[in-house]
């Protein structure tokens, strides 16, 4: 997998399930205790009673189709090798990883608190270890909503660069999770929205945190009148100037040419009082 990972590797980080364990798994060297499978199951996408009867714990179930069956007679296998098929990779089961969603993160804020009050499910070849939620529309004019989910590596495990969306936290607001661009600029450290309505956070001088480099989004595909309202925002236009707009542009229209239009229209209706 990609991001630093194996794929035994993602599969034990998700289920806890050990490393060396997992590999044994897929040498078939040895059959997998009933509490090991329920961890992994939901990760694998296979029910725990259909790993448990894999495994030879219980019977009854139909069996599922399998790759190691030729001319109708089954080809050589190690025991509990029917196992390792179910688990080997290239693991395109195992899809989500559950990481904490956090709305404020304070000073000593753990990432990997046990319990938090929320989870939210990401994708395992996105190396992240929390998650925060935009609380607003901050963010807006580069296609970040309020509510969208930003999935965070650790700032101590990686070089946080200028430019760079991050999670941000500041005592005066209470440590409430900000997603926004970190900037250093003049001399000063900035906190930089995507929406000119918000002005720049100054970090000088302040208690803040920068607690996490944002490395992807899980969010909802915006609508058509989504995207018009967000396009009269930018261009400063009603919604009818905003379609006009879009039609002109796909048409192959540049700035200029409508301009020169509107120039002419103007000379002509001058014209015309004249």
């Avoid at 490393?19 to 725990?48: C, M």
């Avoid at 090798?81 to 904490?100: C, E, G, M, N, T």
């Amino acid at each position: 997998m990609g991001a630093g990972f194996t794929s035994q590797g993602a599969l034990s980080r998700v289920s806890g399930v050990d490393h060396s364990t997992i590999a044994r798994w897929e040498r078939g060297d040895f059959k997998p205790r009933p509490e090991n499978l329920q961890k992994v199951a939901p990760f694998l996408g296979v029910p725990y009673e259909t790993l448990m009867a894999a495994a030879g714990y219980i019977s009854g179930l139909p069996a599922p189709a399998t790759s190691h069956y030729a001319n109708g007679r089954k080809a050589a296998q190690k025991p509990n090798s029917f196992f390792k098929d179910q688990v080997s990779p290239p693991y395109h089961r195992i899809w989500a990883a559950r990481l904490p969603l956090l709305a404020a993160i304070g000073m000593d804020t753990a990432f990997t608190d046990p319990a938090p009050d929320f989870y939210v499910d990401a994708p395992t070849d996105i190396h992240a270890d929390f998650a925060v939620r935009t609380a607003d529309d901050g963010m807006s004019w580069a296609g970040i909503r309020e509510g969208d989910i930003a999935l965070c590596r650790d700032a101590a495990a990686v070089r946080v660069r200028s430019g760079q969306i991050v999670a941000a936290s500041l005592a005066e607001a209470g440590w409430n999770a900000a997603v926004r661009f970190y900037v250093e600029e003049q001399g000063r450290k900035l906190l930089r929205s995507a929406n000119p309505a918000y002005k720049d956070i100054v970090l000088d001088g302040k208690e803040y945190r920068i607690a996490g480099l944002v490395v992807s989004f899980i969010k909802e595909p915006p609508d058509l009148d989504e995207y018009r309202r967000f396009l009269s925002a930018v261009t400063g236009t009603a919604d009818g100037w905003a379609s006009l707009l879009t039609e002109a542009a796909g048409v192959g229209l540049a700035p200029d040419d409508l301009k020169e239009y509107v120039d002419a229209v103007r000379k002509a209706s001058h014209k015309t009082k004249a």
